[in-house]
């Protein structure tokens, strides 16, 4: 633990200095095959995701709508 009151005495002089000093105790240390890991999974995650969609929505593709977008007019004498 670094905090404290450090005294510095030269010939006939005596200087203090205060520090304060907080250290992190949960702390994690990034470097850099720690952040490139990440983004490679990040990208093969997004990759697995796209594919995965793309599958599951492909397989409607051949099939065409019944419905039509016709509408059948109901006969009425009084509007004509």
């Given at each position: ?6 005294v510095c ?26 952040i490139s890991g990440i ?14 969609v793309?599958c ?16 059948n ?6 509007y004509?």
């Open positions: 633990d670094p905090r404290g009151l450090y005495e030269t010939g006939g002089q005596r200087n203090s200095l205060q520090v304060h000093y907080r250290m992190c105790q949960n702390c994690i240390e990034v470097d850099a095959p720690t983004v490679i999974a990040d990208v093969l995650a997004t990759l697995f995701l796209a594919v995965a793309y599951i929505t492909g397989h409607d593709r051949g099939h065409t709508s019944r419905a039509s977008d016709r509408q007019l109901i006969a009425n004498e009084l004509q």
